[in-house]
């Protein structure tokens, strides 16, 4: 009786239905049928050949969100056809209001996931239900993939080879896809492949799937996959893909309007791809150039914690997340942003690099060696990776990566290397209840000369209902893994979070899910185990509305204690005890309009003064060719450190996007920071002549104020850098 009533009361709560079970992979999956083409098929988005026309479709997509197990709302009709070079997929998506249903903001490669139409298709050639290869598009035809691992390790920056075209009809939007065989991934003597199709029908706010998968996780979840059959792929065989570029650059700098230094360039180098076998891919660069890179965004840093830039070069993306940790992000023994680029994001030359990956049901293998080249005070250096995992069941891996770092001689005559070696795991025992660990040493010798631990593990129940989870992490005062990244170090985390997704019948038509929760971080001295700092978030109020659009509220109590002096923007905030608390409201809007905007408002205290803060970013997309972006952040500071100062920073962003079509675009990004009286402009006309080649024209502009050594006069930085870049993919 006590337990009837138990559940009478959550039922009440939550609004007990199908839709809120998060229920388990079936015993015996989905089969779908692929169909030989009988004929060429020209990639047009039309679907008009006889083969499309006699192949059988897929209809029987279901709501993942917002009614899990309800058909999908408008019919979507998906087919699979294969040849001896392509895997072909198409789609018909139905719409209901015709083009007024389309929601696509721009023509963006790698476009966001929840903000646009989509169809697409998640593939995992091996069958394991863990490694997906997935492939996306919106009804304009722009391409999206991604790579991911144990769907929760993601490679959003990869770029496969494929084509796909779209048509935009008054009653549905239509896709054609083909996938060469040479990009896949698959045994020899595949006849079968795990697949799950995905439609989003953004004005829905929708999101839906064949075969079926629960609210509470993404379409990477493979255990759910259907099994594609049918198939007759060739034997996996060696191929080979090369990319040479030539460059011409030209950059000047100037203080004060006379220049002091101007070079032109000629730069040629390029990249080799060759696929040894079905599993394994051996990468060379040489002369490495990232020219075209999309630019890091300025940051104002409040706290006292390193900002961890992303990875944005091509080369290191490709492949990245089998080197990833998943356990804690701000603990990573390698982070390709280590080579080629000093403390300040400053491009340091590369001479060349090889990389080796292997990826099968059993295992993962992952081998990386850079030369990185002498640049004015910077001595060349050496880097070496070397990662391996074992799957020890369907859903659970261990394995280790070692890391080496060797700086040759510098003009002292000192020279320094770096080794760390780290043990890692995964383990699932259901599909709600999921475990990172990792644990990792790192010594130095030469110049510096150290040896430290770090540690840490993610344990967390997910659900359609709850979200559960634990993070613990140390890092000792001595660990310094030179090829990797840490935030800080002499800490031990400590950081237990709660969400509930409340969706009960009583909630108003307006809102979809109220999701209340507390966060917690605590840190740790790690040497005497004295506190650090920490904070306890509630949100007592945090909903989504049908449209996508969200607000919340959220008190935070903040504790620090300082053991040496902090000085953010500049003000010295002295070692002592700080307890302070802070209010944070945010809305943002839904970002499929055309017109949509985000804004955060935080006040309150800020160690022995007061912070204010108010972000906001408003996108303005009245066509998928024109799209126009502004952010802004302001910060007051208010009667802080011993000086009871009062300083203001702003930082203003603004981004221009124009697209002919997906191939050809032109970028602009404007940004300055008050902070460092930095403004930067980087300009790229972007052109895809044939998939993978590109064409480039870059061009930077860096203005900041600084002080003379000599006096107090403030004079002008100015640096230009101008960028010509032809890349040229053949695939033999």
Known sequence: MKRLAFWIIINAVTGNCLAQVTFEPPEEPERVQAVRANEPINIDGEMDETSWLAASGITAFI??????????????????????????????????NGKADIRTQNMQRDFNYFQNDMFGIAIDGFLDKRNAMAFQTNPHGTQREILVMDDQIFNREWSGLWKVRTQISDSAWTVEMAIPWKTLRYPPGCDKMGIILTRNIRSNNEYASYPAVPRAFNVYRMPYEAVLSGIEPPPPSANVQVTPYVLINNERSSVDGEVVQEDTDFKAGGEIKWVTGPNSVLDFTFNTD??????????????RFSVLFPERRQFFLEGNEIYSMAAWDELQPFFSRRIGLDDNGNPIPIDAGIRFTNRNEKQNIGLLAIRQREDGNTPAANFAVARYSANFSSQGRVGGMATLRHDEADASGQSKTNVTATIDGFFRPTQQINSFWMVSASKSSGAISDEGLSGATWTYYSNNRIYLGHVQAFVTSEYNPR???????????????????????????????????????????????????????????????????????????????????????????????????????????????????????????????????FSSSLRFAPLPQVQLTADYQFNRLINLGEERRTEETHLVGTELRLALNPRVQLISFLQYNTTSERTTLNSRFVWEYQP??????????????????????????HDQQGIFKVTFLKQF
């Open 290 to 303: 990232f020219a075209q890179a999309d630019v890091d965004r300025q940051v104002v840093n409040l706290t």
């Open 483 to 613: 090829a990797g990244f840490i935030s800080a170090s002499n800490y031990m985390l400590t950081s237990p979070a709660f969400e509930l997704r409340l969706r009960p019948a009583w909630l108003p038509g307006l809102i979809r899910q109220y999701s209340p929760g507390i966060t917690t971080y605590f840190y740790h001295y790690l040497d005497d185990l004295s506190f650090r700092e920490g904070f306890v978030s509630y949100n007592p109020f945090s909903v989504e509305l049908q449209n996508g659009s969200e607000f919340s509220y959220s008190l935070r109590t903040n504790w620090q204690s300082l053991r040496d002096t902090f000085s953010p923007v500049g003000i010295n905030i002295f070692p002592g005890e700080y307890e302070y608390t802070s209010h944070r409201f945010s809305y943002s809007g839904d970002f499929s309009r055309k017109v949509a905007i985000s804004a955060a408002y935080r006040f309150g205290g800020y160690f022995n003064g007061n912070l204010n803060t």
């Open 63 to 96: 709501q993942k969100d917002p009614v899990q197990g309800s058909a999908v709302s408008m019919p979507t009709e998906a087919k699979i056809l294969f040849d001896e070079e392509y895997l072909y997929v198409g789609a018909v998506c139905k719409t209901t």
């Open 692 to 717: 993978l080649s590109y064409i480039y024209l870059v061009y930077n502009d860096n203005r900041q104020d600084f002080s003379a050594e000599e006096t107090d006069n403030i004079s002008r930085l």
